[in-house]
Each structure stands twice: as C-alpha cells, then as structure tokens.
C-alpha cells in the first residue's frame, strides 16, 4: 500500500531559488539510493511556508529512505535552509 509524507516547513523568502534547487538534488539523491519514491512536490503556502508531498510505493520504501537519506549531504543541504519542520505520514486507503 503506497504512503504519501506530507512535510511542512518555514523558509527564508530570499532562499526561495535556492530551496527549490535543493529540493531537486535531494529528490534525485533519494530516488538513487530507494526506487520507491514515486512523486516528489514542493509548494509554497505563503512567503515562508512550504510544503513537501511525497508519494512512495509503499511503507518499506519509505523505512528504508528514511534509514540511508538523513546523512546524505543533499539531505543537510536542503534541510539547512528549513526550520520548524513537521512531518505527517499517510497511509492511502482509497484512490478513485
């Protein structure tokens, strides 16, 4: 059953570009390392509130990324530029 993390966080408007860009290499660097991760956005709520959403194949896919990804340097560099970050995992019960 396929899990989509929904992460939200606070950024400094001026490193808008720079996230972005971040966000890309992390997504790339995690897709490497676990083929689980099916999508992969980034939107913005207002000027310092973002949004992550991230779809992964299923629960083990996300354990394992969960497992390699936090040291990697794409990991501390995209993070470096977030604060107050909350994570929520969802479970899809249902699709229409």
């Given at each position: 059953?396929?899990?989509?993390?929904?992460?939200?966080?606070?950024?400094?408007?001026?490193?808008?570009?720079?996230?972005?860009?971040?966000?890309?290499?992390?997504?790339?660097?995690?897709?490497?390392?676990?083929?689980?991760?099916?999508?992969?956005?980034?939107?913005?709520i207002d000027?310092?509130?973002?949004?992550?959403?991230?779809?992964?194949?299923?629960?083990?896919?996300?354990?394992?990324?969960?497992?390699?990804?936090?040291?990697?340097?794409?990991?501390?560099?995209?993070?470096?530029?977030?604060?107050?970050?909350?994570?929520?995992?969802?479970?899809?019960?249902d699709e229409?």
């Amino acid at each position: 059953m396929s899990v989509i993390t929904v992460t939200r966080f606070h950024a400094d408007p001026a490193d808008a570009d720079r996230l972005r860009a971040r966000h890309t290499a992390l997504v790339a660097a995690t897709r490497a390392v676990v083929p689980g991760l099916t999508e992969a956005r980034l939107g913005r709520i207002d000027d310092d509130t973002w949004m992550g959403v991230w779809r992964w194949d299923s629960a083990a896919d996300l354990r394992a990324a969960r497992a390699a990804v936090p040291g990697n340097a794409e990991a501390a560099a995209a993070f470096s530029l977030t604060r107050d970050a909350a994570v929520e995992d969802i479970e899809v019960l249902d699709e229409h």
